[in-house]
Every structure is written in C-alpha cells, then in structure tokens.
C-alpha cells in the first residue's frame, strides 16, 4: 500500500469506520438470510391449498367448504341467503417440484335453493392421490401468508405504501413463495386443506 494511502487511513480512521460498518452489516444480514436457502431442501409434498374468491353476485348463491374425510378430500356446499355475499372458494394444487399452481374443478350445484340442504361430493382431480391430513407437511413445511409492507423510506415520502398477503410455504428460515393466479394472488385467507405424498397413490 502507497503511504500516502496509509497516511490517509490513519489520519481518517473513524471516517473510514463510519463508511465501511453500515456495508459489513448488510453485507452480514444479507449472509444470514441467504444461508437457509443453501442448507434447508426444498419442500418434498404438493400441497393443496383453499383460497376465497372475489364477491360476485353472478355466482351460484352457495357456499363450499373443503375437509378430509376418510382419507380422501370432500367438498360441501350449502346454500346462503338471499342477503349473503356469494364468495365461492376455490381449491388449487401446488406441485412441489416445479412450484406450478393449477386450479382444481369443483362441480357446484348451481340449482340450490336456499332451504336446500348441504351436499357433499368428492374431489375428483384428487382420486388415487395419498392425503395427508396433516397442519404441517413431513418434511417440516407449513404454509403461512405473509404480509408485505410499505417499500421503504422513499416509498413512504411519496405516499407509495402498499400492504399485500401473499401465501408461501415455510421452513427455519426458507421461504418458498406460492404464485396464485389472479385475481387470488393477494388473498389472506388462504389455508392448507391437506398434503399430497408424490412417492405413494392410495
């Protein structure tokens, strides 16, 4: 090293601190976030997921619930007031392998009437498939929505605040995004109906 740069250095040692601390720091925070995705596998069960659509007065005034009974996945759709909200929710398939999100048919009677009682069919996208009806996948992986905030200072100086729930699958620290297709994207109330075994049909 020259000794002018030396001479620099020693005469400017708490400038140079000052310039270099707040660079290792991130450069340490980004090290940490970026250590799970090198140490955790990714996640080895599809998963199927239940999202709320949009309100639509065009839809068939049901409502349809997901559950697993008997070791298979059943829906049942009941009818709602002629007050209510038709929100109809969907199922969708989350392949763990590709990460692809494919939208499962429900056949939903579209002739209830409102003092009808509920009707219960199963899945058929599913037939053949082991569920797994279980919170949390064997593998260790769980679903959660997660919550996006405001995009930093500039972003608050000029009003740009944005707050969005996106569904991801989660870890010890590895965060594998689920990408639902519009208008779902943005749903908060997505919940995990049951885990597919890919090694085992039943």
Known sequence: MPASARRFLR?????VAAVLLPVLVVALFLAA???PRWRIPPPAYDVVLRVPG?????????????AVR??????TV??????GYPQLASLFLVDHATGDVQRLAVDVPQDMGENDPPRTFPIGALAGRRVLDQTRAPDGYELQTRTHGSPGIVG????MHRYDARAALVK???????????PYEYQASVSAVCWLDPREAR
């Open 156 to 159: 608050d100086l000029f009003g």
């Open 172 to 182: 010890d620290g590895r965060v594998v995004p689920i990408a639902l297709p519009p």
């Open 54 to 66: 949009p309100f639509d007065q065009a839809r068939p005034r049901v409502a349809v619930d997901f």
């Open 33 to 35: 976030t970026a250590v």
């Open 11 to 15: 005469d400017n040692v708490f400038l």
């Open 70 to 75: 008997n070791g298979r996945v059943e829906a």
């Open 78 to 83: 009941r009818p709602i007031p002629a007050t």
